[in-house]
């Protein structure tokens, strides 16, 4: 069953939502804006609330398959990791999503809802570290970086969980390669701020 689970968790976690939703409006995001299919660039293409449904869903695409896991091995001795195995599976899914020829999103948002399931405390720190990093220099990318950076530590001091600190660092490391062009800008000062942003430009998503 633990392998089923984390197989099905894969599965759901490739749903392109962002996709989906653009398309529920009339518009293909991975042809327009960035080509991403996060919630920023939905967002953008198709309106706010779309935006931000496409975050809830895309979070709640890791959230559930843990939940179900956490219900269905409630008995099993190696529980905690196989939820932790689910969340992981879920966020390469959207990653690299089946459904997609295994191009997806950059995978912020499924990581937020993995540790707000797995270690809430930590997950609201980090999340106002991000919107600390952006509010004061305008990068999403330099937020979410720096957010993946710093998810571990915050992991293991507030759980001190050794699975959940592991898929942690392992998340961050995937979300820094998904952002390696981002990097390339920001260390050449070419990466768009959203302050600095008009109407019209492009931005490079983080979902």
């Excluded at 499924?110 to 570290?129: E, N, Q």
Aim: glycine fraction near 14%; charge should be positive; hydrophobic fraction near 50%.
């Amino acid at each position: 069953m633990e392998y089923l689970l984390v197989i099905g968790s894969y599965l759901i976690g490739s749903i392109p939502f962002g996709l989906v939703l653009g398309r529920v409006a009339g518009v293909d995001v991975r042809a327009a804006g960035s080509g991403n299919i996060g919630a920023t660039n939905v967002a953008r293409l198709a309106g706010k609330k779309l935006g931000i449904l496409t975050l809830v869903c895309d979070a709640l695409k890791a959230i559930l398959p843990m939940l179900a896991a956490a219900w269905l091995l409630e008995n099993g001795s190696l529980r905690e990791l196989w939820v932790a195995l689910c969340g992981g599976a879920a966020f390469l899914g959207h990653l690299y999503p089946l459904y997609l020829g295994f191009r997806g999103g950059k995978g912020v948002a499924p990581a937020l809802g993995i540790f707000l399931y797995l270690a809430p405390v930590a997950a609201l720190i980090d999340l106002l570290l991000f919107v600390g990093v952006v509010y004061n220099w305008g990068y999403v990318s330099l937020g979410s970086l720096t957010a993946a950076l710093l998810m571990p530590g915050l992991v293991w001091l507030l759980s001190g969980s050794v699975s959940n600190t592991v898929l942690a660092f392992g998340v961050g490391v995937l979300i820094w390669v998904k952002h390696r062009d981002n990097i390339v800008r920001l260390m050449k000062h070419e990466e768009k701020s959203w302050k600095k942003e008009t109407p019209g430009q492009d931005a490079h998503d983080q979902q």
